[in-house]
Nanobody
Framework: QLQASGGGLVQTGDSLRLSCEAF????????VGWFRQAPGKEREFVAA????????RYGDSVKGRFTISRDNAKSTVYLQMNGLKPEDTAIYSC????????????????????WGQGTLVTVSS
């Protein structure tokens, strides 16, 4: 129901924009979060945005470099990633807040459902 896309192989300092698109139903009444999982590591919170785009949250490791946004008319949430580092290498996935109109958007995995297939981001040094 959610499909992440936009990943790829980039160099340190480059930028990428990931997209998380909803299929089958819209999630315009739910917050959406991005998480990532690097090889051998646990899934990590990256960013989240409220249903109306009015509030955002970021993981400490991406603050100031990543920006989350959404376009409800397109049923799509974006993750603009600037200043990429090798430690950003991971599979990035998006998911929907289990609550309607939830605030603030959750930062924990259990707060989400409808996990989409991820997209791989590889940052070379």
């Amino acid at each position: 129901q959610l499909q992440a896309s936009g990943g790829g192989l980039v160099q340190t300092g480059d930028s990428l924009r990931l997209s998380c698109e909803a299929f089958g139903r819209a999630f315009s009444d739910n917050a959406v979060g991005w998480f990532r999982q690097a090889p051998g590591k646990e899934r990590e919170f990256v960013a989240a945005i409220t249903w109306d785009g009015g509030s955002t949250r970021y993981g400490d490791s991406v603050k100031g470099r990543f920006t989350i946004s959404r376009d409800n008319a397109k049923s799509t949430v974006y993750l603009q990633m600037n200043g990429l580092k090798p430690e950003d290498t991971a599979i990035y996935s998006c998911a929907v807040d289990i609550r309607l109109y939830g605030f603030p958007p959750p930062t924990i995995i259990s707060g989400y459902r409808y996990w989409g297939q991820g997209t791989l981001v590889t940052v070379s040094s």
